[in-house]
């Protein structure tokens, strides 16, 4: 029931291993969004993209790597990743990037459950 | 990123019973936010907040904006189990903060 769509939706990866994670919209957003979510914790944010740019990097290991190909798609390229990095990673857009005094409202896709061994 | 406090962390109630849940910062909020998380789901907006003393109804669900803009509630009237999962706030102002999520408050229902 999400217009936000992700693929896979389970991973199970080695550490040496390099993935991709897909995410896709069709609603016209100008912002998507990257989160990584542990069991029990909230989201937390890793990338923005603003009109396909990359406006926010919080700080994230360079194991993990995004890209916009166009205004509908966002990857997240994975190479050598640990066991700590399994998580569910949500991707979510919302119709105007983060600016401001007011953030839009996010819609969230159903999450990759990744699995590192 | 500035980050609101949610308590308490969990909350267990008989169906039936009413739900609080509370969303609170050391400064003023420029919006609030409120997102729900199924289990094994992925969280979705419930509403956004924006005026002092703000408050809004969803059916069951009451969203409480303070007058100072410095904390924020979500109750629930006569919960069922349709309401369990995580409910998170998040300060919506623009930028990078707006889109730290609070620690959420799990909500689990006994029938």
């Known amino acids: 029931d999400t217009e936000v769509t992700q693929t896979p939706k389970h991973l199970v990866m080695g550490m040496t291993n390099k993935k991709s994670l897909k995410c896709e919209q069709h609603?016209?957003?100008?912002?998507m969004y990257w989160y990584k979510q542990k069991a029990k914790k909230p989201p937390e944010l890793m990338f923005v993209y603003s009109y396909e740019k990359l406006s926010i990097n919080e700080s994230v290991p360079s194991r993990f790597s995004p890209e916009c190909p166009n205004s509908s798609l966002l990857n997240l390229h994975l190479h050598a990743l640990q066991p700590e990095d399994s998580a569910l990673y949500l991707c979510?857009?919302?119709?105007?990037?983060?600016?401001?005094?007011?953030?839009?409202?996010?819609?969230f896709g159903s999450g990759t459950q990744l699995s590192v061994l | 990123g500035q980050q609101v406090m949610q308590i308490p962390q969990y909350q267990h109630v008989q169906e039936g019973e009413d739900f609080t849940t509370y969303c609170n910062s050391s400064t003023t909020l420029s919006n609030i936010q409120w997102y729900k998380q199924r289990p094994g789901g992925h969280p979705v907006f419930l509403i956004q907040?924006?005026?002092?003393?703000e408050v809004k109804k969803q059916k069951r669900l009451t969203f409480q904006f303070g007058e100072a803009k410095k904390n924020s509630s979500l109750h629930i009237t006569a919960t069922q189990t349709t309401d369990v999962g995580t409910y998170f706030c998040t300060n919506s102002g623009g930028g990078a903060d707006g889109l730290t999520f609070g620690k959420g408050t799990h909500l689990i229902i006994q029938p």
């Open positions: 907040l924006v005026k002092s003393g």
């Open positions: 609603m016209g957003h100008r912002a």
């Open positions: 979510a857009s919302s119709q105007d990037p983060p600016s401001g005094t007011i953030n839009e409202k996010l819609f």
